[in-house]
């Protein structure tokens, strides 16, 4: 199973990006996805989940802002995030719970990341 992240960049303060994540390989069902960053000198910190059944949870640093959705026919988990800030710079990374077999409980993949940069 591999997670590939896509979508960052560079982009000014008040500005949007859209990121992907898509899941592939050997996949039963997905479970919960979720967008984490890291700043630089910082812990990796949770930014976003969403359910299979699409509920959601955000940090409160970024609600309002940002939006967490999936396409679970595609296996891919999106953050939309507008509003931009400086603060909001760092490499995201991408989480998901995968079963690859009906009788596995499933573990959870990382993605190698996707870095935004916000410019001041």
């Known amino acids: 199973v591999q997670l590939q992240a896509s979508g960052g960049g560079l982009v000014q303060a008040g500005g949007s990006l859209r990121l992907s994540c898509v899941a592939s390989?050997?996949?039963?069902?997905?479970?919960?996805m979720d967008w984490y960053r890291q700043a630089p000198g910082k812990q990796r910190e949770l930014v976003a989940s969403?359910?299979?059944?699409?509920?959601?949870n955000y940090a409160d640093s970024v609600k309002g802002r940002f939006t967490i959705s999936r396409d679970n026919a595609k296996n891919t988990v999106y953050l939309e995030m507008n509003s931009l800030q400086a603060e909001d710079t760092a490499v995201y990374f991408c989480?998901?719970?995968?079963?690859?077999?009906?009788?596995?409980?499933?573990?959870?993949?990382w993605g190698k990341g996707t870095l935004v940069t916000v410019s001041s």
């Open positions: 989480n998901a719970r995968v079963v690859t077999t009906p009788t596995y409980v499933g573990r959870n993949y």
């Open positions: 390989g050997s996949i039963f069902s997905i479970g919960n």
């Open positions: 969403i359910t299979s059944g699409g509920s959601t």
